[in-house]
T-cell receptor, first 112, second 112 residues
Framework: DAGVTQSPTHLIKTRGQQVTLRCSPK?????VSWYQQALGQGPQFIFQ???????QRGNFPDRFSGHQFPNYSSELNVNALLLGDSALYLC???????????FGSGTRLTVV | KQEVTQIPAALSVPEGENLVLNCSFT??????LQWFRQDPGKGLTSLLL?????REQTSGRLNASLDKSSGRSTLYIAASQPGDSATYLC???????????FGKGTRLSVIA
């Protein structure tokens, strides 16, 4: 049973560009959450998608947007990239609170 | 707003030693608590999930306890091995699909 799959693994972008990260949730999970993790810090919540709607959002600017598809997979889009957006982006899937969250291996984004 | 603190921030021990990692959280109205392991530059691997009705959970050499009323959890690692070297993160969870809140974690080094 495949867990959470994220692509790409690594990405290098130039300031001002736009980027799209992708996530396929664990089988049976219907909720996808995205986190940003800077070096030496814990993951910070960006937003969560359920039934193709953004259900909750953390303290991130509108440059960060997302989408969830009917098959529960999700995309994270970041526009007008800044150097400070360089981080590890983690996707987590879940289905209710009882069974916890499953995380993917992350996408390492470097903005130069 | 939930806040998570993990002590110590870093720990270095010789192989074979038993050790305890501490996690405290400010809002005790939690549904469960998850402990994760993170290798450098990688995603989060779930180690243990404790429901609020439970006092502890065990998996192999790992034992996690939860004292919900005092806002504390501990992760006990028995007979530590170099392969246990990683950052350990705890995350209390609310009901439904409330996003997980993380601290900065404890960076563990087990020296052979």
């Amino acid at each position: 049973d495949a867990g959470v799959t994220q692509s790409p693994t690594h990405l290098i972008k130039t300031r001002g560009q736009q980027v799209t990260l992708r996530c396929s949730p664990k089988s049976g999970h219907d909720t996808v959450s995205w986190y940003q993790q800077a070096l030496g810090q814990g993951p910070q919540f960006i937003f969560q998608y359920y039934e193709e709607e953004e259900r909750q959002r953390g303290n991130f600017p509108d440059r960060f947007s997302g989408h969830q598809f009917p098959n529960y997979s999700s995309e994270l889009n970041v526009n007008a990239l800044l150097l400070g957006d360089s981080a590890l982006y983690l996707c987590a899937s879940s289905s209710g609170a009882t069974y916890g969250y499953t995380f993917g291996s992350g996408t390492r984004l470097t903005v130069v | 707003k939930q806040e998570v603190t993990q002590i110590p921030a870093a720990l270095s021990v010789p192989e074979g030693e038993n050790l305890v990692l501490n996690c405290s959280f400010t809002d005790s109205a939690i549904y469960n608590l998850q402990w994760f392991r993170q290798d450098p530059g990688k995603g989060l691997t779930s180690l243990l999930l404790i429901q609020s009705s439970q006092r502890e959970q065990t998996s192999g050499r790992l034992n996690a306890s939860l004292d919900k009323s005092s806002g504390r959890s501990t992760l006990y690692i028995a007979a530590s091995q170099p392969g246990d070297s990683a950052t350990y993160l705890c995350a209390p969870g609310d009901s439904g699909n409330t996003p997980l809140v993380f601290g900065k974690g404890t960076r563990l080094s087990v020296i052979a």
